[in-house]
């Protein structure tokens, strides 16, 4: 994939702002910035870490310690062909993550698959999360259908086709009509990395794993539901209301399933975090706030 200069930039500058880590034996990277109370974002798919990079100070300048990091395959993580890439292994890879980024126990924010994925980890370590702030994702994972941007990446063949197609200039307006509102707080070129950081070392490769090994069984939705039913921290929605992909159905799901009236809504849509990111950090900060 050939990158403008603004787009190199761009990634460059990402890069410059957080550092390299191992953990599990995969090597991925982070972003980290301010004290205080530790905020882990998780991202979903088909982003990284980079979908937090103007949440982060955001954060920081609510006087938390804001943490973003990369799942593996996706990002500037490491992209290992052995990897358990399902919503299982990479929950387990998270509590590894978070415990050589030396936290103990944090505010969550979780974004997309990135809520299935820490959701496991909360349930599994219930002492060790203070809040969480859940963004767009699901918890309907039983009778979940993925959006048709989407649905190709599941088929071999039409995924590795469908990705292929996923250049700049499509890919671009592609990523601006299913999750950013507001074109004007995200340049095409800040887009266009996201595509670079897709597909980058592998050609989306593992991605493709990714999409392949979504868990969308009655068990994992009855583990799921039994575990954030019994939580004892407080949750927070904060919902980009016009997501053409997970809507105000699963926003609906979301609240029944955490029992909670506690809902911000936005006028986003999927990628909230590029034109709401203000609305984000403070929502998280209050929330945080009273509880150390």
């Keep these: 994939m050939r990158l403008s200069e603004a787009t190199r930039e761009a990634i460059a500058v990402h890069q410059a702002a957080g550092e390299r880590f191992t953990a599990g034996g995969v090597g991925s990277f982070a972003r980290e910035q301010g004290s205080g109370s530790p905020v882990v974002c998780l991202h979903g798919v088909p ?21 973003a990091f990369d799942f593996p395959g996706l990002g500037l993580a490491d992209r290992p062909q052995d990897f358990d890439y399902s919503w299982s292994g990479l929950a387990a890879w998270t509590g590894e993550a978070i415990d050589a980024l030396e936290v103990e126990r944090c505010h969550l924010v979780v974004h997309d698959v990135g809520g299935p ?20 994702t699901l918890l309907n994972v039983a009778d979940f259908r993925r959006p048709w941007v ?28 299913q999750g950013i509102a507001n074109r004007d707080a995200t340049p095409r070129h800040e887009v ?60 609906e799901v979301v609240q029944e ?25 403070n929502a998280v900060g209050d929330l945080a706030a009273p509880l150390g």
């Design 117 to 136: 994925i820490g959701f496991e980890w909360a349930i599994r370590n219930p002492d060790r999360v203070l809040s969480m702030t859940v963004l767009n």
């Design 192 to 251: 266009q990395a996201h595509i670079h950081l897709l597909k980058h070392r592998d050609r989306g490769r593992a991605f493709l794993r990714i999409m392949r090994g979504f868990e969308l069984t009655e068990d994992k939705q009855r583990f799921l539901w039994e575990g954030l039913g019994d939580r004892h921290w407080p949750a927070r929605i904060v919902w980009g209301e016009r997501d053409p992909a997970l809507g105000l159905r699963h926003l």
């Design 150 to 177: 989407m649905a190709p990446f599941a088929h071999r063949g039409l995924g590795e086709a469908w990705l292929a197609m996923l250049q700049p200039g499509p890919g671009s307006e592609l990523f601006y009509r």
């Design 257 to 281: 399933v955490l029992g909670t009236d506690d809902v911000i809504r936005l006028p986003a849509k999927h990628f909230l975090q590029e034109d709401q990111s203000p609305a984000i950090a």
């Design 47 to 67: 982003t990284s870490s980079y979908l937090y990079r103007k949440l982060v100070p955001g954060l920081a300048g609510q006087g938390l310690r804001a943490i």
